[in-house]
């Protein structure tokens, strides 16, 4: 039985948190990102290397391999569906996947990290609730370029240590801004970067048309405003919006509300792994983020669902 979906953009948490809710919660099966276009390649790996954690090793329990075989068919047929990154319009196109776990006598936690324009429908469809985690842009946009923009980053783990490092020591001065809004974004390797072209093609869809953009952080910026905005309108009464700054600086606070709210456990011993030092501070990359935000047409929506002063309340 399907018990909470933890959806969220890419980059935003939501898979620190999913961690965090599974170890909470070892009798629940943990479902994590079943709409990965890869799927099926990565559910067997166990590990993941990008993530250094296990997240797909509940797909190897005895709960999950009775279904697996029709599972597989189900996904097989959701993938042909799209060409690159699922993000589906419509519950009939997940239901069927969906309903093989739904019907497992065990509780069941969801992470799709794809079902921003869906949440309310699956909530009803099963008879639970969702949490979707938002994240400020900008750091959004700092952890989405840290890996593949520069492919030889993932040939060896002391060089993308030392790579964030830097970017991380230098982000909020003028060399590190210049870096961001400007060599960044003007790289080709960026649009793939979490499917970004795929997810903007897909914006660009089911939203009739986006503004025209001028490098990879502006469709960074239309695909997180428009996809957290359609989750944002979903909330109430089944839904729950969080944000990852204010987990991090008050995450006591924050896992009670989403333990009464969700009706599962987290344990505080976990929330020491929710580290400040990874939220950007800087009154200067807001600013140029808020611009790009208002010349894009967004800033209107961007301020109902996460005001660009609230971004790093730290």
């Keep these: 039985m399907i018990k909470l979906f933890l959806n969220g953009y890419f980059k935003s948490g939501s898979t620190r948190m999913w961690w965090i809710i599974k170890r909470s919660n070892p009798e629940f099966l943990h479902i994590y990102e079943p709409l990965h276009p890869e799927w099926l390649e990565l559910k067997d790996q166990t590990f993941s290397s990008l993530h250094e954690l296990p997240v797909w090793e509940d797909y190897h329990r005895p709960e999950f391999k009775c279904i697996e075989r029709e599972w597989v068919k189900k996904w097989r047929e959701l993938r042909l569906k799209y060409e690159s990154e699922v993000i589906p319009r419509e519950i009939g196109e997940v239901s069927p996947l969906f309903d093989l776990v ?4 065990i509780p069941v936690v969801i992470q799709p990290n794809r079902c921003h324009l869906i949440l309310d429908a699956l909530t009803k469809r099963y008879k639970c609730k969702f949490i979707h985690i938002i994240r400020n842009p900008i750091d959004t946009w700092i952890a989405h370029t840290i890996e593949p923009v520069y492919p030889i980053l993932t040939f060896s783990k002391k060089i993308k240590k030392l790579f964030k490092r830097i970017l991380f020591s230098t982000r909020t001065n003028k060399f590190g801004r210049y870096f961001l809004l400007q060599k960044i974004p003007k790289r080709d390797s960026t649009g793939n970067s979490y499917s970004l072209e795929s997810v903007y093609k897909l914006a660009n869809k089911y939203f ?9 952080l502006d469709k960074l910026l239309v695909v997180w405003a428009l996809f957290n905005y359609e989750a944002w309108k979903q909330s109430g009464d089944c839904g729950l919006i969080i944000y990852y700054e204010e987990i991090v600086v008050n995450p006591n606070y924050w896992f009670k509300i989403i333990e009464n709210f969700g009706n599962i ?3 505080t011993r976990y929330a020491k792994e929710l580290s400040p030092k990874f939220i950007t501070v800087s009154d200067e990359l807001r600013e140029e983020f808020v611009k790009r935000l208002d010349r894009l047409g967004l800033l209107d929506i961007v301020e109902k669902f996460y005001p660009p002063e609230r971004w790093f309340m730290v």
């Design 102 to 105: 739904h019907e497992l006598s």
């Design 208 to 216: 009739g048309g986006c503004v025209e953009c001028a490098d990879h």
């Design 265 to 267: 456990k987290l344990d």
